[in-house]
């Protein structure tokens, strides 16, 4: 089974930028779609960006759209999301999730087989 390691979180001041990556392991990543999500203090989960296995699609929730750009390396079984101009509310947990079914370039949820990394902090300072 795959298994999936974020990293490049950290802390920003507003209208900065971050570059967030996760990465794959056990499996390629290309056969999965794959999505990132935040989750912020007394919040629920939420699907920011989806990208579909190859790349080709993408979907971008309207929190975000403009703002952050989803992409893939399948040749080295990493998932990117560049943040640009972000803002206090963008401050949580961030995390990837590896969907074998592709709900998330759709901006669905994934289904329960989906594979998800550990998390990454992202902290957004006025």
């Known amino acids: 089974q795959v298994q999936l390691v974020e990293s490049g979180g950290g802390m920003v001041q507003a209208g900065g930028s971050l570059k967030l990556s996760c990465a794959a392991s056990?499996?390629?990543?290309?056969?999965?779609?794959a999505g990132w999500f935040r989750q912020a203090p007394g919040k629920e989960r939420e699907l920011l960006s989806g990208?579909?296995?190859?790349?080709?699609?993408?979907y971008y929730a309207d929190s975000v759209k403009g703002r952050f750009t989803i992409s893939r390396d399948n040749a080295k079984n990493t998932v990117y999301l560049q943040m640009t101009g972000l803002k206090p509310e963008d401050t949580g947990v961030y995390y990837c999730?590896?969907?074998?079914?592709?709900?998330?370039?759709?901006?669905?949820?994934?289904?329960?087989?989906?594979?998800w990394g550990q998390g990454t902090q992202v902290t957004v300072s006025s």
């Open positions: 999730a590896a969907d074998p079914n592709g709900a998330v370039v759709a901006g669905l949820e994934p289904p329960p087989t989906a594979v």
């Open positions: 990208i579909s296995w190859s790349g080709g699609v993408t």
């Open positions: 056990g499996q390629p990543f290309s056969g999965y779609a």
